[in-house]
């Protein structure tokens, strides 16, 4: 069965205090791997897919990594507006639907 | 554009009630999704149309009605709902059919309160 667990559960940083969240995961043959972002009552709202060991992608402070085993979200000199809730998922060779993991909620302070 | 539209934004209903979620989407995905999401919770997959048909219900009680009128419409009919059926739920699209390694775009979401 697919897993996905996320950590840290929750993240407190200073604004420009850079750091890293982890998801972890467990699936018969990564298909993709997705992070999203999701502000209090509002929809997710899809940041990166990565397909494939080694692959890295950029958005402003935000940038993602993936292994075999797990993927990263790098947050570079975080703001107030990055605050949020990250959300990553995996699709695998034979489940064709999203594993969700948990989530992580980010809470940077100005 | 990759926005995909919900309405409406906020339901009560109490629990012999009868009402309907809309959502809609316009950038030609073929997969279209309902989620329920609790709090601090991850979204939750109820249901999945592909090419407008029917192709993964998760074992959602009868209560709840999925229907896909036409390729960018998708609704979810409700009726005689339970207060824990409180939720947001969430319409998404992605560009291929179910099964498909894409992306899913998520709607804002309709915050549903059952009295």
């Known amino acids: 069965e697919d897993q996905v667990t996320q950590s840290p559960e929750a993240l407190r940083l200073q604004e420009g205090e850079s750091s890293s969240l982890n998801c972890s995961y467990t699936?018969?043959?990564?298909?993709?791997l997705f992070w999203y972002r999701q502000d209090p009552g509002k929809g997710p709202e899809f940041l990166f897919t990565?397909?494939?060991a080694g692959e890295e992608k950029e958005k402003e402070r935000l940038k993602a990594t993936l292994t075999k085993k797990e993927s990263f979200l790098h947050i570079t000199a975080p703001k107030p507006e990055d605050s949020a809730t990250y959300l990553c998922a995996v699709m695998g060779n034979y489940g064709q639907n999203f594993v969700f993991g948990p989530g992580t909620r980010l809470s940077v302070l100005p | 554009d990759t926005e995909v539209t919900q309405t409406p934004k906020h339901l009560v209903m109490g629990m012999t009630n009868k009402k309907s979620l809309k959502c809609e989407q316009h950038?030609?995905?073929?997969?279209m999704y309902w989620y329920k999401q609790k709090a601090k919770k991850p979204p939750e997959l109820m249901f999945v149309?592909?090419?407008?048909?029917?192709?993964i219900n998760e074992s959602v009680p009868s209560r709840f009605s999925p229907e896909c009128p036409n390729s960018s419409l998708l609704n979810l009919h409700l009726h005689a709902l339970q207060p824990e059926d409180s939720a947001l739920y969430l319409c998404?699209?992605?560009?291929?059919?179910?099964?498909?390694?894409?992306?899913?775009?998520f709607g804002p979401g309709t915050r549903l309160t059952v009295l």
């Open positions: 149309y592909s090419y407008e048909k029917l192709s």
């Open positions: 998404a699209s992605s560009q291929g059919g179910w099964g498909t390694y894409n992306e899913q775009f």
């Open positions: 990565l397909y494939s």
């Open positions: 950038m030609g995905h073929r997969a």
């Open positions: 699936v018969s043959g990564l298909r993709g």
